[in-house]
């Protein structure tokens, strides 16, 4: 199962996207956590201590891979570079382990102008791709609300877009632009997962803005998850709800992917 968790900022997308990670590795599932978010911080939403998390070098900095695999030098513009070049074995030699879950942070590409095509971006789009369509593992990737490392090719082998939707207005409305790029893009499926709600209110806030989406679960307002972001500490060791809750989710999501799977064998 491949997901994308996106949303506006703040929503909550990486506490989802850790606990998801977590609570599809405790069924013995191989979970493939990737961070494709400039600001990554989804290792120490994982439990991964700040020291140990910082020392985590994401792949558009590693230079003198990055070189080995296309032939050119990172940073330099023009030039020939390998457009597909190898990415197969990173997930084995770079990612960070926890509980279960294999993390691979991306880091950003410096943008040298609009549609930039460096040795850089070269490896994120073969390596997204390769993460999406050639491994088996379950994929969550933490993105922001945009999707520039998202090929056509690569949008299809992702079985849902998950924007993760507070209730408020304006999550509301990324929400519902993340929908038309993923329609664009040619992802079938999009769900929505309300977070932060405090109340029943909250919960028909979000089904009511969001009709016409499926609402998969939700994760509550836990102050001890908020708690955790401050202490730096993991979200599935901080809120045994949270948890429960993530467990009711995947359960969703693998009905949803049961039926889609039959579906096409149908017809
Ligand atoms: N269910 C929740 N209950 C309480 N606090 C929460 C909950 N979900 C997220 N938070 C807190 O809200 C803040 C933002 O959460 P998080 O980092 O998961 O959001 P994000 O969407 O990934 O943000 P960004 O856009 O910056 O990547 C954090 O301090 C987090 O601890
Ligand atoms: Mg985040």
Same mark, same amino acid.
């Given at each position: 199962?491949?997901?994308?968790?996106?949303?506006?900022?703040?929503?909550?997308? =990486?506490? /989802?996207?850790?606990?998801?990670?977590?609570?599809?590795?405790?069924?013995?599932? =191989?979970?493939?956590?990737?961070?494709?978010?400039? &600001?990554?911080? *989804?290792?120490?939403?994982?439990?991964?201590?700040?020291?140990?998390?910082?020392?985590? =070098?994401?792949?558009?900095?590693?230079?003198?891979?990055?070189?080995?695999?296309?032939?050119?030098?990172?940073?330099?513009?023009?030039?020939?570079?390998?457009?597909?070049?190898?990415?197969?074995?990173?997930?084995?030699?770079?990612?960070?382990?926890? &509980?279960? /879950?294999? *993390?691979?942070?991306?880091?950003?590409?410096?943008?040298?102008?609009?549609?930039?095509?460096?040795?850089?971006?070269?490896?994120?789009?073969?390596?997204?791709?390769?993460?999406?369509?050639? $491994? %088996?593992?379950?994929?969550?990737?933490?993105?922001?609300?945009?999707?520039?490392?998202?090929? $056509?090719?690569?949008?299809?082998?992702?079985?849902?877009?998950?924007?993760?939707?507070?209730?408020?207005? $304006?999550?509301?409305?990324?929400?519902? *632009?993340?929908?038309?790029?993923?329609?664009?893009?040619?992802?079938?499926?999009?769900? /929505?997962?309300?977070?932060?709600?405090?109340?029943?209110?909250?919960?028909?806030?979000?089904?009511?803005?969001?009709?016409?989406? %499926? /609402?998969?679960?939700?994760?509550?307002?836990?102050?001890?998850?908020?708690?955790?972001? $401050?202490?730096?500490?993991?979200?599935?060791?901080?809120?045994?709800?949270?948890?429960?809750?993530?467990?009711?989710?995947?359960?969703?999501?693998?009905?949803?992917?049961?039926?889609?799977?039959?579906? %096409? %064998? &149908?017809?």
């Amino acid at each position: 199962m491949k997901l994308s968790i996106t949303g506006k900022g703040g929503v909550g997308k =990486t506490t /989802v996207s850790s606990l998801l990670a977590r609570v599809f590795a405790e069924e013995g599932r =191989t979970v493939l956590a990737i961070d494709a978010n400039p &600001d990554a911080n *989804l290792a120490t939403a994982l439990g991964i201590p700040p020291e140990e998390a910082s020392r985590i =070098t994401p792949v558009a900095e590693m230079k003198s891979f990055i070189e080995e695999r296309t032939g050119a030098k990172p940073g330099v513009i023009g030039g020939y570079f390998k457009l597909n070049p190898k990415v197969d074995d990173i997930p084995e030699r770079f990612a960070a382990r926890v &509980d279960g /879950v294999k *993390l691979i942070v991306l880091g950003t590409v410096k943008k040298g102008g609009a549609g930039c095509i460096c040795p850089e971006s070269a490896v994120l789009r073969a390596l997204i791709g390769h993460l999406i369509l050639g $491994r %088996k593992d379950v994929v969550i990737m933490d993105m922001d609300a945009g999707i520039e490392h998202l090929g $056509r090719g690569t949008a299809k082998g992702i079985d849902a877009f998950i924007a993760v939707v507070e209730p408020g207005q $304006r999550s509301v409305q990324t929400a519902q *632009l993340v929908k038309q790029l993923a329609r664009d893009i040619g992802v079938e499926h999009f769900y /929505v997962v309300g977070s932060k709600v405090r109340n029943e209110e909250d919960r028909e806030f979000i089904i009511r803005n969001m009709s016409g989406s %499926k /609402v998969i679960g939700f994760i509550g307002y836990h102050p001890e998850i908020a708690e955790a972001d $401050r202490l730096g500490k993991g979200v599935y060791e901080a809120s045994g709800e949270a948890v429960e809750e993530a467990r009711k989710i995947r359960e969703s999501l693998e009905r949803l992917y049961e039926e889609a799977h039959g579906e %096409k %064998k &149908d017809s």
